[in-house]
């Protein structure tokens, strides 16, 4: 016995839907344990300051992704006052 074409779409989009669910699912999952192992698979480098020895240093790289949050930040809020 054959479905009417009614129910035999409703399910379609019904699967559709579920993989594309699944997908989102395993792409959040995937990004979820990335940001949660790779800080104990970085090591900042030894420092040859004297004094405290846990101390270490702060490089451009870190500067430049502060003046980026902040150049972004400024562009949201123009933004929003535009609107």
Known sequence: MELPMKIKTK????????????????????????????PSLSHAQPSNVPGNPDSAPIDGGLSLLIAGGVGYGAKKIREKRKK
Do not use: Y
């Open 11 to 38: 399910t379609k989009k019904f699967h559709r839907k579920k993989h594309k669910m699944k997908k989102i699912f395993n792409i959040q999952t995937l990004v979820i344990l990335i940001i949660i192992f790779l």
